[in-house]
């Protein structure tokens, strides 16, 4: 990966137009794509499966006047007044008389209808008249919407002057967010600090240029995609909170390092790709861990929280492509720009140390006290936690929109006039096809529901007018988002089976409500195994990393500190209050039922990116100090210090922006989108100053040198991942091996080659092979000359030594090595394909590898000859470079001969120290 990064790294900064006019290309493709496709965004709820959802897809088939969404308008009478008064009654009857021919509405019921009751308060101050859609929220076109309004504007003038009109409803429950001016504040306050990291102006624009132009591929794209899926508006909000916070970082983190390594000197394109290849394989990593967690969300098996979180995937994405191909193709734009402004020289006396930084008394500080810290930090984020019990969780309704939002008031006033419970009916449904007394039954429904606590009225009972469905609606006591009124659909649901044998139906409970209550359900439920997942794969993941198990178990202990802490303050101004009137929160309550599981998806991969920032900078400095000095625990707490101050600039400017840009979103924020960029803001403060800066370092000065332990075996077991760019360091420090100016097509030097867990198959094999050159790999045991050949043709890594072929250095480029060295496993060949077949698909490219020509069978050994004899006139003029692996040395010398080539030489690849010269002219 790293490899492979710092030649993208090189290219980009060497074509930097090329690179900028492909993404802007890319952007104006995504938002052709955009106006062509859009189809709008959906913020309707569904969850299949469910009893609700089965509910409302049954009354669509038989009960559709019931089954559509719905709005209603309340008018209010002035103090004093009746509504039932004709000065009220004839203008809010002839509105209804209009609605009924409003496109979309299947009926219209007037509050003064005598087959109606509840429609008007108890004290007849109010009245409610109710609109049914013949489809769903979706199915709504904005024309019906303002033609509803127009209705509903024309009537107040003619309502008495001090009465209140409100137009609401389920139909306009939610609203679309939309970007304010507080967001770009974020932006600013990101630029400013940006400016500071990097003293330049022209640096501290670049992280920010490269973040919009992925967040503008992102948001087209989630535009155009609402042609082929259901997107809920809250998703592009999302995807620009987390598009934006993760590209601005990425880049960062990849232009920092350019920028401390072209102040030290390092030549700039060079610089551009090593910063590429280093820091950019941490991106990567960060941001496939973000994309796993994510992806993640699937968990749930909610479709809209499953396209919400591939959605964000792909902002997450996009926000990584462009920061390892933009980034170092627009430093190649700045060139030597990159330096910024120097630091002001101060006049010092010469014996004076030079002063240390915050960040270095700070880590001294805390790993000279750590268990106290360790302790104070545990015991500080347990207090913020606190407030999680309380937590409510709930789908959004009118109630959490602005104070001064027509569908608000109309909720306000029904809760006034009507009780809470009004805002969001409950309905009862089942088939009663088999009933001979189909009004008598519900009837008895009726009076069966009103007998439940918590019911505070049934205001309709009726079968539908082919007497197969009936349905029972349902007034709670308390609001749609109320605990109780759970505890109420659970009520009903458990009289289920009692009513089967009853009445012989089989009721569903179901509506809007239920549906909400549903969804929070399911995803309350998702919460634990999600966790258990995405704690887990951090685990896992940081021990690849960082080959410990003691480093991944604190890191993912200190994910579940910041996450408990981020829940423990969203539950304390969501559900106490605290605060509430400073973040512009209009309600208090249950806050949306998706926040903790996006919340902990997101996180995860932000906390990880700090995590290994900084961690891999100790790892480092440990690794460097070990070799020198001893693995001591001193040299351990050493190495977390210098590590630590080395990184945590960089760290630390990448916190701010993502805070910044988290927090932005909550004061004037969409209301579904509040708690979640609170929580994301203070989770990400309080991982990266709190857990990653302050108990990080005390937990790994308390381990000392133990942090860094892994059991072999397990070491075995894992992958390994060059999260730091080690082999990139390796190919610079290796630049110049093997010999400056050398034209050898492949290259070893005290080669080993071992069987994992087995003995060593062959070692010290030290070989050059000019382009052209014809080699014989020979070993008393084949699988040693194998093992060599194999590795020569990047199928196996080799265990030791140096190795290069074609100009690609092993094991980093085994990747290109493999695609053009061809190999021939004639030892072993696929069933019924001729040697020579495989030679000729092999001889291709310009080194080819074969294992086991000298036992052929003299015909099928002429016939290897000859096509090699043919590849090398086919290549020509550029030479065929061969390399034959044998038991018998003779043998393939002969074949060789053969095909024409003269000094075949002969390499002994024995595991022991040869008694004969390493090559041998033939």
């Known amino acids: 990966m790293s490899t492979l990064l710092y030649s993208l790294g090189r290219w980009s900064f060497r074509h930097p137009w090329r690179v900028l006019l492909g993404w802007l290309l890319i952007l104006l493709a995504v938002g052709g794509g955009a106006l062509g496709l859009n189809r709008g965004f959906d913020n309707a709820f569904s969850i299949p499966g469910t009893e609700a959802q089965e509910g409302l897809q049954q009354l669509s088939r038989t009960f559709p006047q019931v089954s559509g969404t719905s709005a209603q308008f309340i008018v209010v009478a002035a103090p004093g007044d009746d509504v039932t008064e004709e000065t009220y009654r004839t203008p809010i009857e ?71 009109l409100a137009l609401g409803g389920e139909l306009f429950a939610t609203e679309l967010p939309t970007v304010t001016l507080t967001e770009a504040v974020g932006v600013v306050i990101a630029l400013l600090v940006l400016i500071v990291t990097f003293r330049s102006f022209v640096m501290a624009g670049l992280p920010l240029g490269v973040a919009l132009i992925g967040v503008g591929v992102s948001l087209l794209g989630i535009v155009a995609a609402t042609q082929f899926a259901t997107v809920s508006a809250t998703t592009p909000m999302l995807a620009l909170m987390l598009g934006l916070a993760v590209g601005i970082d990425y880049a960062l983190f990849i232009a920092a390092r350019h920028q401390d390594q072209a102040r030290d000197g390092m030549e700039l394109e060079e610089s551009a790709g090593r910063a590429t290849g280093t820091a950019g394989s941490a991106v990567v990593f960060a941001g496939v861990t973000v994309l796993i967690a994510l992806i993640g969300l699937g968990f749930a098996n909610i479709p809209f929280l499953t396209t919400m979180g591939i959605a964000a995937a792909v902002a997450v994405a996009v926000a990584v492509l462009i920061a390892v191909t933009l980034t170092p193709a627009l430093l190649g734009f700045v060139k030597h720009r990159v330096v910024g402004r120097p630091r002001r020289a101060h006049k010092a006396e010469p014996a004076r140390a030079p002063r240390e930084g915050f960040s270095t008394r700070w880590v001294r500080g805390v790993t000279r006290h750590p268990v106290i810290t360790t302790v104070a930090v545990v015991l500080g984020l347990g207090l913020m936690a606190l407030p999680v019990g309380s937590l409510g969780l709930a789908l959004p309704n009118a109630g959490v929109l602005p104070e001064d939002n027509e569908a608000r008031i109309g909720y306000d006033l029904t809760s006034e006039h009507f009780g809470a419970g009004f805002n969001g009916p409950l309905i009862l449904t089942g088939t009663i096809v088999t009933s001979t007394d189909p009004v008598g039954l519900m009837d008895d429904l009726r009076a069966e529901v009103e007998q439940i606590d918590g019911v505070k009225e049934v205001a309709l009972a009726t079968p539908n007018e082919t007497a197969d469905t009936g349905i029972v609606q349902i007034v709670p006591e308390t609001a749609p988002d109320d605990p109780a009124t759970s505890e109420l659909v659970r009520e009903l649901r458990a009289h289920h089976d009692e009513w089967l044998d009853e009445y012989g139906i089989d009721l569903k409970v179901t509506g809007t409500t239920a549906v909400s209550i549903d969804i929070s359900d399911r995803l309350g439920a998702a919460l634990v195994p999600f966790g258990i997942f995405v704690v887990g794969l951090s685990f896992v993941l940081l021990m690849i990393v960082f080959r410990s198990v003691w480093v991944p178990l604190k890191a993912a202990l200190g994910y579940l500190l910041s996450i408990l802490a981020a829940f423990g303050v969203v539950a304390a101004v969501f559900s106490w209050g605290w605060g509430a009137d400073l973040l512009h929160v209009t309600r208090t309550g249950p806050v949306i039922a998706f926040m903790p599981i996006v919340v902990m998806g997101v996180l995860f991969g932000l906390a ?55 927090a932005a979103f909550v004061p004037e924020g969409d209301a579904n989108l509040k708690p979640i960029a609170l929580a994301l803001a203070v989770g990400i403060a309080v991982d990266a100053f709190v857990v990653r800066m302050t108990l990080v370092p005390a937990v790994m000065a308390l381990l000392g040198d133990k942090a860094w332990w892994m059991p072999r075996w397990l070491d075995r077991m894992l992958p390994h991942f060059d999260i730091e760019g080690e082999a990139v360091e390796r190919e ?42 014809a080699l014989v790999l020979a070993s008393a045991d084949p699988r040693g000359a194998r093992a060599v050949g194999l590795a020569i043709a990047g199928r196996t890594p080799a265990t030791g030594g140096l190795l290069r072929v074609a100009g690609h250095l092993l094991p980093g480029r085994a990747a290109w090595v493999r695609a053009h060295v061809g190999l021939a496993l004639l030892a072993d060949p696929q069933p019924g394909e001729a040697p020579a077949r495989a030679v000729r698909a092999a001889a291709r490219a310009p080194i080819v590898v074969i294992d086991g020509a000298d036992a052929l069978e003299p015909a099928a050994r002429d016939q290897v000859a000859a096509v090699l004899r043919d590849a090398r006139h086919a290549l020509a003029p550029d030479p065929l470079t061969v390399v034959l692996t044998a038991s018998d040395p003779s043998a393939a010398q002969r074949l060789l001969s053969d095909a024409g080539w003269v000094g075949v030489r002969r390499v002994d690849v024995s595991p022991t120290p040869a008694t004969i010269p390493n090559e041998v002219s033939a």
Do not use: C, N
């Open 608 to 662: 990880m990116d700090y995590e290994v920032f900084l961690v891999s900078r100790m790892r480092e400095d440990f690794v460097h100090a070990a070799r020198r000095l001893g693995g001591s625990r001193e040299v351990a707490v050493e190495a977390v210090r210098s590590g630590f101050a080395a990184s945590a600039r960089v760290v630390t400017a990448a916190a701010i922006i993502m805070f910044a840009v988290f």
């Open 732 to 773: 610079r420090a290796l630049a110049d091996w093997p010999e400056p100016g050398s034209t050898a097509v492949i290259a070893a030097d005290d080669l080993e080659v071992a069987v994992e867990d087995g003995p060593v198959l062959a070692s010290g094999v030290t070989l050059r092979a000019e382009p052209g050159d």
């Open 94 to 164: 002839d509105a209804v008389a209009e609605l009924e021919d409003v496109d979309g509405v299947s009926s219209a019921t007037s509050p003064y209808d005598e087959l109606v009751t509840g429609m008007v308060s108890g004290d007849e101050s109010a009245a409610i008249v109710r609109l049914q859609f013949e489809g769903t929220m979706t199915d709504v076109t904005d024309d019906d919407k303002e033609s509803l309004q127009e209705v509903v504007d024309a009537l107040r003038p003619d309502l008495p002057e001090g009465s209140q």
